[in-house]
């Protein structure tokens, strides 16, 4: 097999060049434009509440000639608790949901864009949110007819769960201030404490990382877009088999589909449809949740079993999108044991250049038993980095033949190798 791997060009992620045609457009298409200062506050900030939830929405700043990359929302109880990251000069609206009746927010929005230094400055606004009418959770019906299929021929490990849901679509559902219906899906060993909840917009979802003989329960419950929720359905239970089988070929994964290559990812992460425009060059991968959890965040290969190979390489592509302080790792362990990790590259984020596409290849040695590849990120005190990883592949051979002659090649990979030491 051929593969064409390209570490000597870097493909710009965001394009912001505009050609003279475009440039004679008004103000209004913000085609003059700079990104050497932050932007200016938004105007006329607005905001309306409902029992759970809080619409916001804003004029973009007066000033044409600053590009705006998104705007940031920020809210909590009294003080700022939460940050949500809002992609796209035209979003000028959001509605926060769950929120607590007849309760006291603070709310802030500011403009962002990649210029270096302080954040653009924040609108701040209070408001109240009003009393609940009843109880929520009694408007809507659980779920029903859950049901999990393991498929033995498919992603070892994984289950698909799927059901109906009796709640007719309402007007609030599909209103454009309002979060979409969602659904969240509860699963674990069964009659065991350790539980994790995965949300989903469609009624199925695939569960990945499951324990081969283990006997798992499932329940579904509805979310309306007002933030009010159904009970939890009645229970569904199935057992994973014990057979487990691993890949014996090269792996590759271009996180380009919904599947994600069957990678167990944490929380944090969500797929990224590519995008192609006046501002954005972008291809498809996995990128930040607007809402998620502290650090860390992983990325972790399925098994795979290459016993034969004497030399092995991992080969990830990825793109940072802004200036961050934090960490990103890279960790080799056997299947199973999780407490014996390798780490074989790892790199302070703040060297990574921005805005461009980064080729790395990482050489490890034989692994004769399955073994997982992870990447992850760290971060203290900071919003998650907004770094898109679009390719993960392990490759039988090692890294060399690949890299000879390829002078860029060595740039990427010495440029990070400097930090090992951290």
Known sequence: ????????????????????????????????????????????????????????????????????????????????????????????????????????????????????GEDGTKVMVAAKTRQAEGSQTEKLWPPTSVRARVDEKAIPGSAIVSWDDPNPENAADNSIDSTQRQYVINYGIYESDAQQKVRSNAKAVRLTGLLPGKEYEVAVKVVAGDGSESPWSIRDLFLVPETKTTSRFDWFCRLNDTEMCAIDSSPHWKLCTEK?????????????????????????????NLPDAQRLC??????????????????????????????????????????????????????????????????????????????????????????????????????????HSM
Request: charged share 20%.
């Open 1 to 116: 097999m051929v593969r064409f791997l390209f570490p000597k060009f870097e493909s710009i992620i965001l394009n912001t060049k505009c050609n003279n045609n475009k440039a004679k457009r008004n103000t209004e298409n913000r085609r003059y434009f700079s990104e050497d200062r932050v932007p200016n506050a938004p105007q006329n900030v607005r905001v309306k509440t409902q029992s759970t939830s809080a619409t916001l929405w804003w004029d973009a700043p007066p000033d044409p000639t600053v590009l705006i990359r998104g705007y940031t929302v920020e809210y909590g109880e009294g003080s700022i608790s939460q940050r949500i990251l809002i992609e796209g000069p035209d979003s000028t609206s959001f509605t926060v949901t769950r929120l607590a009746p007849s309760t006291n927010y603070v709310f802030a929005v500011s403009a962002y864009n990649e210029a270096e």
């Open 314 to 419: 991992f080969y990830f592509r990825f793109a940072l999108l802004n200036f961050h302080p934090g960490l990103m790792k890279v960790e080799i362990y056997s299947d199973g044991d999780h407490s014996n990790r390798q780490i074989v590259w790892k790199t302070r984020m703040a060297n990574v250049r921005t805005h461009a596409v980064q080729n790395v290849y990482i050489p490890f040695g034989q692994q004769v038993r399955p073994f997982k590849v992870s990447v992850s990120l760290k971060w203290d005190g900071q919003p998650m980095p907004r770094v898109i990883i679009h390719e993960m592949d392990v490759l039988s051979g090692g890294c060399s033949e690949r890299s000879t002659g390829e002078r860029g090649y060595c740039r990427n990979l010495c440029a990070f190798s400097e930090n």
């Open 276 to 304: 192609h425009d006046t501002y954005t060059q972008r291809d498809a991968g996995a990128c930040p949740r607007v809402q998620y959890p502290s650090s860390p965040a992983h990325l972790t290969t399925p098994a795979i």
